[in-house]
Structures are given as structure tokens and as C-alpha cells.
């Protein structure tokens, strides 16, 4: 990792660059993925396993036999981790749930929202070199909340043209039946237009490599939703003279293990950090499975040393990570601070890897600067708020001016005789019912 002290404010967006590619050479290749899938549909999801993930499938779909051997395969240990996990993610969700208020806006005039589940959604359960089990979990566990009638799950085979057992356990508990064996851009573009085995979907959901984001973001513009763009990992961390710098370089190397595209930040206000934290990564990649690919993640990734923690919080907020750890004296007092995140990690007893797998938040974060604008997966993503309103008479008497007014000054004649013409018809009502009244009273 290159070490940057003090680096001045004008030379922060150079610094903070995320690793580039050829947008347009992925989008011709994602392009013609997605076109393969819409006219060969499951031969071409065969296809690109046999090129991709080195299986021969027969099929796309799960078999019965594999759904029947999925839970026995487990061990206890890992079944009772995913309870836990499970149990914690149904508690943080549920608590998402939104609450319908109804207003009276004017006097006769009430307005509610209304929040109703996508009735389709999609899920992408990355694979290959790490099945993401969380991943699963964080993604079926609110859509399943949220009452989504069909839930569909699409996630790369192994090398023994399998699913992973863990998901389909999981998936029986939530009663989820359509699981398919697709991985990459081919997975999305089947969820998103359907093909022979695969149904298509209202919404996709589920992180991936560059190639699944750029199919996300295509398909989403012929009108099918997405959760966020949600690409390679990564992570920022702050920390001070307090921070333990065995923790920081493991935290650091969670995310640079996920892949060579990861990236990781560190801003340290203690100048003797570096080298302790520098040792203390060297010393965890001796043992660490993943080391490669960590090496090449740090290839893209920096060390900063900054004047203070108000700077530092400033620099972070400046990158706006994917996952943000701080491990100063004054973390919670920071953390009222920050404006650009996907997920904060607070104080040194608080790993990222709680939030990715078991405290019960959600790990679908955006990546990539995406935390400027997008917030991570809930509940409310998984459902969708109708606006309700009605008027009373008396209502629309009291509000009809206001309308016609503005009707009429966008040149929206339709508009404005929508409300003339009803105020009328409750003219004439009250002039008969005045008129019915005199007659009464003589």
C-alpha cells in the first residue's frame, strides 16, 4: 500500500480514484452477453458455464436430489451460525417495517402512502472463488419479510455442477423454490427477460464483479429495476494512537481478500501506525489463504496520514467507502460526522466482518462512490409506496382554486375544467339542496 503524508486538499481527488477500466469495451461485451441470453436463453447460460465456471450442466435448474442432500451435507456448527445470522438480520429488517400515516392536508382532503411488495424480485448470489452464503441471507431474508410473491435466485455452480448446500438450506427454511444455476452478466440478463427455466423479474438485487454490475445497469434501462450499483469491495479505515494495528490489518485484509478489483483505505493521525500496521499486514499474509489476491488488491489501494481526526473524517467523506471502520478516541463523536458511507463500523470491538455475516445489518452496500447518492438493501427495498388521497366535497372546494390557478397558468386547460366541472356539479347540488330546504320550511 503507498503511503501519502499530508497530502494536500487539491491533490485528494487524484488520490482517491478508484481503479479504472474500459467502460465501453465492457459495455460491447456485457451487451452481447445479454443479447446470447435473450435469443438462446438456457444453452447460452450451459454455454458460459462450461467456458466460465468449468461445469457441464444439463441443466440450469436445481435437482430434487440436490435440494434433498443440502441439509444433511451441513454441519451443525455452520447451520447454527446461520441461525444466528438469520435471527439477527429478521430483527434489524423487521423494524424497517414503514408505518402508514394518514394526513389531513386540508380540511376534506386526506393523503396516506402505502407500502406493498415487489411482486418479483431477483437474487445474485455471487460464487466461484468464495460462495457468498451471506450474501444469500441478506438478500432472502428481507425479500422474504418484505412478502415478495416470487422470489428467484441465481447464483454460479461449483466445480461439481452444484449449488452450494448452505443456500439451499436456507432457501427451503424461507420457502424458496426457484434456485438456478447461472453466474456473472448471463444471470442477470436472465432474470431480467426470462428464459426457458429462468422467470424474469420486476427487480434484481446482489453485488457481483464489473461484469454484473455494467448487466445491471443495461437492464435497468429497459425498465427493470435494480437494488445499486454494487461492485468490487471495499473498506476506509480511521484510526488513532488507541487503534490496535493487528485489527486494522485484519480488517483491512477482509476486503482486499474478496478480490484483485478490492480496495482499502487507511487514514491514520499517528505517524508510528504505519510501520505497526505495514508488520502486522505482512505477518497475517503469511498465513492467509487469499494472500494473492490481497497483494493485487493493495496494488490500488493507500495509506494516509492526516493532521487530525476533523481531517480525517473530511477525507473519508471525500471517497465515500463502501464500508467505513473507526477506531479512535473519539469514534461515536466522528461518527455523528459521517455524511458518505454505506455501513459504519464503530470503536475497536466492531469488525466489518460483523456486519457481513451476523450483527444484522445489511452487507449490499454501494460501492465504487455510489455512497454519495445510494443508500445500502432494507426492507423498503423490496417494496415499493403508492401515494393514496381522497376528497371530500367540501375538500375540493377548499383546494380547487389553488388548482385551477395553477392549471391555468401551465396552459393545462384539461386540467383546470377537471376541477371546474365537478365545483360546478356541487354547486348545482347545494343550490337544489337549498332550494328543497326553503320549500320545506313552508
Not at 438478500?139 to 419479510?145: D, E, G, K, N, Y
Amino acid at each position: 500500500m503507498e503511503v501519502f503524508k499530508y497530502p494536500a486538499k487539491e491533490q485528494w481527488p487524484e488520490l482517491l480514484k478508484r481503479p479504472q477500466t474500459d467502460q465501453e469495451e465492457l459495455r460491447q461485451k456485457v451487451v452481447q452477453i445479454i443479447n446470447n441470453v435473450k435469443t438462446q436463453g438456457d444453452q447460452t447460460l450451459i454455454q458460459f458455464a462450461r467456458h466460465y465456471d468449468k461445469v457441464e450442466l444439463d441443466s440450469v435448474t436445481v435437482s430434487e436430489e440436490e435440494w434433498a442432500q443440502a441439509s444433511d451435507s451441513l454441519s451443525l456448527k455452520l447451520k447454527e451460525a446461520i441461525d444466528v445470522a438469520r435471527s439477527n438480520i429478521e430483527k434489524f429488517h423487521r423494524s424497517q417495517k414503514p408505518i402508514e400515516n394518514y394526513i389531513e392536508t386540508s380540511p376534506g382532503v386526506w393523503c396516506w402512502r402505502k407500502a406493498v411488495p415487489i411482486e418479483k424480485v431477483g437474487l445474485y448470489i455471487p460464487g466461484g472463488t468464495a460462495p457468498l452464503i451471506s450474501t444469500f441471507l441478506m438478500l432472502a431474508v428481507p425479500a422474504s419479510l418484505a412478502g415478495c410473491r416470487e422470489i428467484v435466485v441465481c447464483t454460479p455452480p461449483n466445480k461439481e455442477a452444484s449449488v452450494h448446500p448452505a443456500i439451499l438450506h436456507i432457501a427451503r427454511s424461507l420457502g424458496i423454490t426457484k434456485v438456478f444455476k447461472a453466474g456473472g452478466a448471463q444471470a442477470i440478463a436472465a432474470m431480467a427477460y426470462g428464459t426457458e427455466s429462468i422467470p424474469s423479474v420486476y427487480k434484481i438485487f446482489g453485488p457481483g464483479n464489473r461484469f454484473v454490475t455494467m448487466a445491471k445497469q443495461l437492464v435497468s434501462m429497459d425498465g427493470v429495476g435494480i437494488d445499486l450499483p454494487a461492485g468490487p469491495s471495499e473498506v476506509t479505515v480511521i484510526a488513532d494512537h488507541t487503534a490496535n494495528a493487528d485489527f486494522i490489518a485484519a480488517d483491512l485484509l477482509s476486503q482486499a481478500e474478496h478480490g484483485i478489483d478490492s480496495q482499502v483505505m487507511l487514514i491514520l493521525t499517528d505517524e508510528t501506525l504505519i510501520s505497526k500496521v505495514q508488520q502486522a499486514l505482512e505477518q497475517q499474509l503469511q498465513t492467509l489463504p487469499r494472500a494473492k489476491t490481497a497483494r493485487l488488491a493493495f496494488q490500488n489501494s493507500r495509506i494516509f496520514l492526516v493532521e487530525n481526526s476533523a481531517q480525517a473524517i473530511e477525507l473519508s467523506n471525500a471517497y465515500a467507502p463502501e464500508h467505513l471502520i473507526i477506531v479512535t478516541e473519539d469514534a461515536e463523536e466522528l461518527a455523528e460526522k459521517v455524511v458518505n458511507a454505506g455501513s459504519v463500523f464503530i470503536g475497536p470491538w466492531t469488525p466489518e466482518a460483523a456486519g457481513d455475516y451476523a450483527s444484522g445489518t445489511n452487507h449490499t452496500l454501494p460501492t465504487h462512490g455510489y455512497a454519495f447518492s445510494y443508500s445500502g438493501v432494507s426492507l423498503e427495498s423490496f417494496m415499493k409506496v403508492i401515494s393514496f388521497q381522497k376528497i371530500s366535497e367540501s375538500g375540493l372546494r377548499a383546494i380547487g382554486r389553488a388548482i385551477m390557478e395553477l392549471a391555468e397558468a401551465e396552459g393545462l386547460e384539461a386540467h383546470r375544467r377537471a376541477v371546474t366541472i365537478r365545483l360546478d356539479k356541487i354547486s348545482k347540488l347545494l343550490a337544489k339542496d337549498n332550494k328543497n330546504g326553503e320549500g320545506n320550511d313552508v
